[in-house]
């Protein structure tokens, strides 16, 4: 398995192929935050060369929490479009291919003591978000904020396709 993540910069262009997870505790959704962002994110990272997506959520989760979730469902294939706010990410023109899976409930919120860093190089907080609280939360993509119940209770895979956070 490779280590390279499957995305491309062209020009003032982006694309990744990316997985996260959709981890539900105790009425609460696992989110990052990190100093680089001013908005909240799934757990989960670019799929590498050779890997496949259930490998890369896997290895993402444990990376990032400390903690070996089991995958429940795929819930979600995203088609998302934005506009880059932070970072290297920057005013780009950002397509990222996302698979979004609900992890399997341990019954428990706690974590292991891990550092996570994302891309940008800015460490990450993990940051447990109560459903009832989605609404007045800054999630993105804003896609998860506005159909977290539905996501979450579905179990058909259900597609997205979005440019909910694109800035013309």
């Keep these: ?17 990316r997985t996260a997870a959709i981890i539900v505790e105790e009425g609460s959704v696992l989110f990052v935050r990190s100093s680089g962002c001013d ?17 890369c959520i896997k290895r993402e989760v444990l990376e990032e929490t400390g903690v070996p979730y089991e995958i429940d469902h795929l819930a979600v294939v995203c088609e998302n479009f934005f506009t880059g706010q932070n970072g290297a990410f920057e005013n780009l023109h950002c397509h990222c291919l996302e698979f979004y899976f ?15 860093i994302n891309a940008d ?3 990450e907080v993990m940051t447990w978000i109560p459903i009832e609280e989605f609404k007045s ?20 895979i259900l597609h997205i396709v979005t440019d909910q956070d694109k800035i013309d």
Excluded: A, Q
């Design 121 to 123: 190089g800015c460490k």
């Design 137 to 156: 939360t800054n999630i993105k993509p804003t896609f998860l904020r506005d159909r977290i119940k539905e996501i979450i209770e579905s179990k058909e």
């Design 1 to 17: 398995m490779g280590t390279t993540d499957c995305c491309f910069t062209k020009d003032d262009e982006w694309f990744r192929y």
């Design 39 to 55: 908005y909240l994110y799934t757990v989960g990272g670019g799929v590498h060369v050779n890997e496949t997506s259930e490998e």
């Design 102 to 116: 609900v992890m399997k409930s341990r019954g428990s919120k706690k974590l292991g003591d891990v550092t996570s």
